[in-house]
């Protein structure tokens, strides 16, 4: 009996399976690499059984992930992933949009893609959400402070730590660590945000970043320092912040993807 058997601290036996029932389980296997060909140039199959819709989910993918690529130079690693510059700092690739082609949008709308009202937006729409692999190096160290309307939840894959320093709409400044100990850290759309590697924590930090409704660059922007300033009444931590404004920041966006900057070409112009 099952009751009796749990009782006694006993499992049930389980019994094997039939050849007919490996078959059919085998059939429907389907390797990541076959689902994501744009984003997946090494196997990770076993590493991203969790990998759903562009959004790695749970820390045992995470760490599946990280001993994957143990051992692997910054540099090479983001070239495998076929990252390139972010206009925030570091690199990225674009790896979902929902229904449609990731990247070829050019961080705006697709509107044959998947779409959710968004009224109060320009354009009046946006794909329902939009992921990306992200990561810091020793030569890309700093996001710099940004705002943007759509609520963007943060996956830590591997590598060290990433910290966040983040202010809320309501004006309350925080400081978040991602990494094995705490792999999730989710920021409210209407945040102002920047982030680092933390430093002697390792050569990069790689992550997922969630977003929904899905990133549009219509709803970002950099936070000048008058913002900051105004964000941080307090001098101590204006101060201390600060060193992450981005000096000469961009409207337009376009060339990341027209003429993108590799990780290798970034690590050799880094100081």
Not at 92 to 120: C, H, I, N, W
Not at 159 to 187: F, M, N, W
Request: proline share 8%.
């Amino acid at each position: 009996r099952v009751g009796a058997t749990h009782a006694q601290g006993r499992e049930s036996p389980r019994r094997p399976r039939s050849r007919a029932q490996v078959a059919y389980l085998a059939s429907r296997r389907t390797p990541a690499s076959s689902l994501f060909p744009h984003i997946m140039p090494f196997p990770l199959d076993s590493a991203l059984a969790g990998f759903a819709a562009g959004v790695v989910v749970g820390g045992a993918v995470a760490a599946a992930v990280l001993r994957a690529t143990r051992g692997r130079r910054a540099v090479a690693y983001a070239e495998q992933l076929r990252l390139i510059a972010h206009p925030e700092g570091g690199f990225f690739l674009e790896t979902y949009r929902a229904g449609s082609v990731p990247m070829a949008s050019k961080g705006q709308t697709d509107p044959s893609g998947a779409l959710v009202p968004a009224p109060d937006r320009t354009g009046g729409q946006r794909n329902c959400m939009t992921s990306i692999y992200y990561m810091l190096t020793k030569s890309s160290p700093v996001q710099y402070w940004a705002n943007n309307r759509s609520d963007h939840v943060h996956y830590w894959h591997g590598g060290g730590h990433l910290v966040y320093h983040v202010v809320a709409p309501d004006g309350r400044l925080s400081r978040h660590v991602l990494g094995p100990e705490c792999p999730q850290v989710v920021v409210q759309g209407g945040s102002f945000k920047c982030a680092e590697l933390e430093e002697g924590s390792g050569e990069y930090v790689l992550l997922g970043e969630a977003v929904g409704p899905g990133f549009d660059f219509r709803d970002f922007a950099f936070v000048t320092a008058a913002e900051l300033s105004a964000l941080l009444p307090d001098l101590a931590d204006f101060k201390r912040l600060s060193r992450f404004l981005k000096e000469r920041p961009e409207s337009s966006f376009d060339d990341y993807y027209n003429r993108p900057t590799m990780p290798s070409a970034a690590s050799a112009t880094a100081p």
